[in-house]
């Protein structure tokens, strides 16, 4: 059974960092893309940074130079360290597993998806 749980989720100031954590089990995670997505109030999910398989990372323009993917295959958890972090960035996070699309694409097509931690960002 697969499963994905996130953490780290929270409230910060503008300005701020949070470092977010997912968990995987189920699969087999060195040979799987992960990606880091988002819904902001009354918008749609939209990607935020993918880790692939391979190693290859990338990002959304919104948040290069800001977040960093990053994953520690021994624990089986990515993360996203999120830096400079600003009121739009404001949203649940999810973390999802196997990319329908490959391992660059940033469209939110993965086969499994976790519960989602909550980011908000205030001015």
């Known amino acids: 059974q697969v499963q994905l749980a996130e953490s780290g989720g929270g409230s910060v100031q503008a300005g701020g960092s949070l470092r977010l954590s997912c968990t995987a089990s189920g699969f087999t995670f060195d040979d799987t893309d992960m990606g880091w997505f988002r819904r902001a109030p009354g918008k749609e999910r939209e990607g935020v940074a993918i880790m692939g398989k391979d190693g290859t990372k990338t990002y959304a323009d919104s948040v290069k130079g800001r977040f960093t993917v990053s994953k520690a295959l021994g624990l089986n958890t990515v993360y996203l360290e999120m830096t400079s972090l600003k009121p739009e960035d404001t949203g649940m996070y999810y973390c999802?597993?196997?990319?329908?699309?490959?391992?660059?694409?940033?469209?939110?097509?993965?086969?499994?998806w976790g519960q989602g931690t909550q980011v908000t960002v205030s001015s």
């Open positions: 999802a597993a196997g990319s329908r699309l490959g391992p660059d694409s940033l469209v939110p097509d993965y086969f499994y």
